[in-house]
């Protein structure tokens, strides 16, 4: 309950202080409420091109913290602003922790009150100084502490997350089978810019020459290897892999089962230990860490023995993106065993599995329906005491079907970045799509770097995750 100090029992030198940390979510939101879109002020700003941001926090968004003070704490509830100045000496920038102290001055016989204001740094830098003049409440006025409604912000923090934790790693030498138009060959090129590849183009080469030409980019110091159709493509990216001059795969203008024919054949392909899987890696806003959802492309409706290796592929590639003890919630429509529904079956033995050390590397538990594997709330209403239901990090769903409609209403219902990964052969595979953007090509770069670097290393080159 927040209770509000009144124009009698405000006496001068009373003081009272917030604390607030700068976030990049601060500025995108007052950048959006304010209208002011200087690029100096948003956290993209890059003044020096060293890829670090040098945005500072608008000063008004400082003065909005004393605002803060004056409204919530002294003299608090009621409070009407009359006038302010300031003085802005220095800047926050993000990551900061600043406080806003306000002290009262002087009183007025009108109920005016006028306060010493100001925000400085942890460090002792002092953001903005002032004077403000406010109406002070004459009557007791007590306001439950309710929260404010949530805002989300649509950034891909997690995913820049990962870029970030590429900067330090060798780019991939990735064969990149037909890259025959604009979407693919931009892509890899995409990738290469970012040195997060090394692309070895392989297809029609006076086909990829002419998309290199109708984009304006430089083929300069890349390997073009002439392969005529995507049978002879897709067979020379796998014996690329398989002699080690290439550590990755991404797919450019053929189908997907064209791609993965060759790789997946018992003699000379790419299959590794277990069956091949893919992994859409979901950075979905408001969501507090990255989300995986598996498998959405590749098995159709997978066997109970089948799901056993999409689960482990999933938490291997979990832990090579920060993820220690990875949480891994088996979907079904509902999260009681019910033997009529297959799918409740299934999780419920891949849970016990888990448990057994059959599953190693995360902790497993199904079966949950796709509300109570992410609400806590939702899984204590339910009765639900599980490590995971509420916190997964994981989600395994029961067939192709439902895990295409999950990732795509993740990607344009939600508003998440989802590159997606094949795991479970001897080097990651790049499923690109021609509905994906830019960022959604890079991030699949990243997320297989960082997926060839826990697999050759054992050790994953994101922080972990809170």
């Given at each position: 309950m927040?209770?509000?100090?009144?124009?009698d029992?405000?006496v001068?030198?009373a003081?009272?202080?917030?604390?607030?940390?700068?976030?990049?979510?601060?500025l995108?939101v007052?950048?959006?409420?304010?209208?002011?879109s200087?690029p100096?002020?948003?956290?993209?700003?890059?003044?020096?091109?060293?890829?670090?941001?040098?945005?500072?926090?608008?000063?008004?968004?400082?003065?909005?913290?004393?605002?803060?003070v004056l409204g919530t704490r002294?003299p608090?509830p009621?409070t009407?602003?009359?006038?302010?100045?300031?003085r802005?000496?220095?800047r926050?920038?993000?990551?900061?922790?600043?406080?806003a102290?306000?002290t009262?001055?002087?009183?007025?016989?009108?109920?005016?009150?006028?306060?010493?204001?100001?925000?400085?740094?942890?460090d002792?830098?002092?953001?903005a100084?002032?004077e403000a003049e406010?109406?002070?409440?004459?009557?007791r006025?007590?306001?439950?502490?309710?929260?404010?409604?949530?805002i989300?912000?649509?950034?891909?923090?997690h995913?820049?997350?990962?870029m970030?934790?590429?900067e330090?790693?060798e780019?991939?030498?990735?064969?990149?089978?037909?890259?025959?138009?604009?979407?693919?060959?931009?892509?890899?090129?995409?990738?290469?810019?970012?040195?997060l590849?090394?692309?070895?183009l392989?297809?029609?080469?006076?086909?990829?020459?002419?998309?290199?030409?109708?984009?304006?980019?430089?083929?300069?110091g890349?390997?073009?290897?002439?392969?005529v159709?995507?049978?002879?493509?897709?067979?020379?990216?796998?014996?690329?892999?398989?002699?080690?001059?290439?550590?990755a795969?991404?797919?450019?203008?053929?189908?997907t089962?064209?791609?993965l024919?060759?790789?997946?054949?018992k003699d000379?392909?790419?299959?590794g230990?277990?069956?091949?899987?893919?992994?859409?890696v979901?950075?979905?806003?408001?969501?507090?860490?990255?989300?995986?959802?598996?498998?959405?492309a590749?098995?159709?409706?997978?066997?109970?023995?089948?799901?056993v290796?999409?689960?482990?592929n999933?938490?291997?590639?979990?832990?090579?993106?920060?993820?220690t003890?990875?949480?891994?919630?088996v979907l079904?429509?509902?999260?009681?065993?019910?033997?009529?529904m297959?799918?409740?079956?299934?999780?419920?033995?891949?849970?016990?599995?888990?448990?057994?050390?059959?599953?190693?590397?995360g902790i497993?538990?199904?079966?949950?329906?796709?509300?109570?594997?992410?609400?806590?709330?939702?899984?204590?209403?339910?009765?639900?005491?599980?490590?995971?239901?509420?916190?997964?990090n994981?989600?395994?769903?029961?067939?192709?079907?439902?895990?295409?409609?999950?990732?795509k209403?993740?990607a344009?219902?939600?508003?998440?970045e989802?590159?997606?990964?094949v795991?479970?052969a001897?080097?990651?595979?790049?499923?690109?799509?021609?509905a994906?953007?830019?960022?959604?090509?890079l991030a699949?770069?990243?997320v297989?770097?960082?997926?060839?670097?826990?697999?050759?290393?054992?050790?994953?080159?994101v922080?972990?995750?809170?």
């Amino acid at each position: 309950m927040a209770r509000n100090t009144t124009y009698d029992e405000l006496v001068i030198g009373a003081t009272a202080s917030i604390q607030r940390q700068v976030t990049a979510n601060d500025l995108w939101v007052f950048a959006s409420a304010s209208g002011n879109s200087n690029p100096l002020v948003l956290p993209n700003f890059d003044s020096d091109g060293d890829g670090k941001s040098d945005a500072v926090a608008p000063a008004l968004w400082a003065g909005a913290q004393v605002s803060a003070v004056l409204g919530t704490r002294l003299p608090g509830p009621g409070t009407r602003y009359l006038a302010q100045n300031f003085r802005f000496p220095e800047r926050a920038r993000v990551g900061d922790t600043v406080t806003a102290k306000v002290t009262v001055k002087a009183k007025h016989g009108d109920g005016r009150v006028t306060f010493d204001t100001q925000v400085t740094t942890a460090d002792g830098r002092i953001v903005a100084v002032g004077e403000a003049e406010v109406t002070a409440p004459s009557t007791r006025i007590e306001v439950p502490d309710d929260e404010l409604p949530a805002i989300t912000v649509v950034r891909h923090q997690h995913i820049e997350r990962l870029m970030k934790a590429c900067e330090p790693l060798e780019p991939l030498a990735t064969a990149v089978v037909c890259p025959e138009d604009d979407a693919s060959l931009g892509g890899a090129l995409l990738g290469f810019k970012h040195e997060l590849i090394r692309p070895v183009l392989i297809g029609d080469v006076a086909k990829i020459r002419a998309v290199a030409k109708n984009l304006g980019a430089s083929l300069e110091g890349l390997e073009l290897i002439e392969a005529v159709g995507a049978n002879a493509a897709a067979e020379k990216a796998v014996s690329l892999a398989n002699q080690g001059v290439v550590q990755a795969v991404m797919k450019g203008k053929l189908h997907t089962d064209e791609l993965l024919k060759p790789m997946v054949r018992k003699d000379g392909g790419l299959r590794g230990v277990r069956r091949i899987s893919h992994v859409f890696v979901m950075d979905v806003p408001g969501l507090p860490e990255l989300l995986l959802v598996t498998d959405a492309a590749i098995n159709i409706a997978p066997t109970l023995e089948e799901k056993v290796d999409i689960v482990q592929n999933a938490i291997f590639l979990a832990q090579a993106l920060g993820f220690t003890q990875p949480k891994v919630g088996v979907l079904s429509a509902v999260e009681i065993v019910n033997p009529a529904m297959q799918s409740t079956l299934d999780a419920a033995v891949l849970s016990k599995m888990a448990e057994r050390g059959q599953i190693v590397g995360g902790i497993v538990d199904g079966p949950l329906a796709m509300d109570n594997a992410l609400s806590l709330k939702a899984a204590r209403t339910k009765g639900i005491t599980s490590l995971v239901a509420g916190r997964a990090n994981v989600l395994m769903v029961p067939n192709i079907e439902a895990g295409n409609m999950l990732a795509k209403e993740l990607a344009f219902v939600a508003h998440a970045e989802g590159p997606g990964l094949v795991v479970g052969a001897k080097v990651p595979i790049m499923l690109t799509s021609r509905a994906d953007d830019d960022s959604t090509r890079l991030a699949s770069c990243a997320v297989a770097v960082l997926e060839a670097h826990f697999r050759r290393t054992g050790k994953s080159a994101v922080p972990p995750t809170p």
